[in-house]
């Protein structure tokens, strides 16, 4: 089944899940910021095929996720290393792990934890605060399409004026 391109649409999560949407492209880079950086090592670590590793290495260096770099202390062999964009994607990994804890575990199933390595401590839970510093939920807030950018938003004042 051929797979249909969310590239060129104007949704940004639309855009992202063209880029990284696969779930192999995500344990890779899930991998990366475990430290993984050679082939073999990915393979192991995900027990994927040589064929479908290559092609999403490919795809995760085409895109600016991952960049190879030769390894120091062996001719010829390149590692993977996680670019600044693919560093920026940190967030989201830990996100959906804990997106993953909260509802794909049963409560006494046992998982792996993120911890801080200075402390030792698991990492705390995310959560996005508005400029006021109050946690947001998506009730809190919409989404403006782009046709919707050259306009400017109507407060609520505004709109009761216009009734």
Same mark, same amino acid.
């Not at 992202?16 to 949407?21: N, P, Y």
């Not at 950086?37 to 795809?59: M, V």
């Not at 062996?74 to 804990?98: A, I």
């Given at each position: ?43 192991? &670590? ?7 590793? /290559? %092609?999403? $290495? ?8 991952? +960049? ?10 390149? +590692? ?8 920026? $994607?940190? $967030?989201?990994?830990?996100? $959906? ?21 200075? &402390? ?17 939920? %998506? ?6 399409? %782009? ?7 109507? /407060? ?8």
């Amino acid at each position: 089944m051929k797979r249909t391109s969310l590239g060129d649409v104007e949704c940004p999560v639309a855009r992202a899940l063209d880029e990284i949407g696969d779930w192999w492209s995500l344990l890779i880079i899930r991998d990366a910021f475990d430290g993984v950086r050679r082939f073999t090592e990915f393979q192991k &670590s995900l027990g994927i095929s040589k064929g479908i590793l /290559t %092609a999403r $290495l490919k795809h995760l260096v085409s895109i600016d996720v991952l +960049e190879t770099a030769p390894v120091s202390d062996e001719g010829g062999y390149q +590692e993977y290393v996680l670019t600044r964009k693919g560093r920026d $994607l940190f $967030l989201v990994t830990v996100s $959906l792990r804990q997106w993953a804890e909260d509802h794909c575990f049963g409560k006494a199933e046992r998982h792996s934890i993120l911890t801080e390595k200075v &402390s030792g401590k698991r990492v705390p839970r995310l959560s996005l605060q508005g400029r006021d510093g109050k946690e947001l939920d %998506a009730s809190m807030t919409f989404v403006r399409k %782009a046709v919707d950018l050259d306009t400017p938003r109507k /407060t609520g004042a505004r709109r009761a004026a216009q009734r």
